[in-house]
């Protein structure tokens, strides 16, 4: 995967002996906005706080590259991951056409977490 070895700070996959069990795929951008392209946790590592966890060691990361602000983007239909980002603090809304005509996106958006702040 090309943006693991482009952003090898804020690409992070979680493995355990029976092998990978998540990832977060992510960057900081030049305007100072940590973003999330992906993060999925595999089924039976689910409700484990493996997601959160993933997220506050992107947010530290995100953090020692000075990023300001946090953002991610769903599907409107994924409302696992709406609901999950809600946890988190992130705010939600619909913007239409974000991902090109009639192809509606679930944009979450929240400010970057005090340091040391717990997910």
Same mark, same amino acid.
């Given at each position: 995967?090309?943006?693991?070895? &482009? !952003? $090898?700070?804020?690409?992070?996959?979680? #493995?355990?002996? +029976?092998?990978? @069990?998540?990832?977060? =795929?992510?960057?900081?951008?030049? %305007?100072?906005?940590?973003?999330?392209?992906?993060?999925? %946790?595999? +089924?039976?590592?689910?409700?484990?706080?493996?997601?959160? #966890?993933?997220?506050?060691? !992107? %947010? +530290?990361?995100?953090? #020692?590259?000075?990023?300001? #602000?946090?953002?991610?983007? %769903?599907? /409107?239909?994924?409302?696992?991951?709406?609901?999950?980002? @809600?946890? =988190?603090?992130?705010?939600? @809304?619909?913007? &239409?056409?974000? +991902?090109?005509?009639?192809? $509606?996106? /679930?944009?979450?958006? @929240?400010? =970057?977490?005090? &340091?040391?702040?717990?997910?």
């Amino acid at each position: 995967m090309t943006l693991v070895h &482009e !952003f $090898p700070s804020t690409c992070l996959v979680a #493995r355990a002996d +029976d092998g990978v @069990r998540g990832y977060l =795929l992510g960057f900081v951008t030049p %305007t100072g906005t940590g973003y999330v392209h992906l993060i999925a %946790t595999r +089924d039976d590592a689910r409700g484990t706080g493996l997601g959160r #966890r993933l997220w506050g060691a !992107f %947010t +530290d990361a995100a953090r #020692r590259q000075s990023a300001q #602000r946090l953002k991610a983007i %769903t599907s /409107v239909q994924n409302t696992g991951s709406i609901a999950f980002h @809600r946890s =988190l603090g992130f705010t939600a @809304r619909i913007v &239409e056409d974000y +991902d090109g005509p009639g192809r $509606p996106m /679930v944009v979450f958006d @929240r400010l =970057l977490p005090a &340091e040391g702040a717990v997910w």
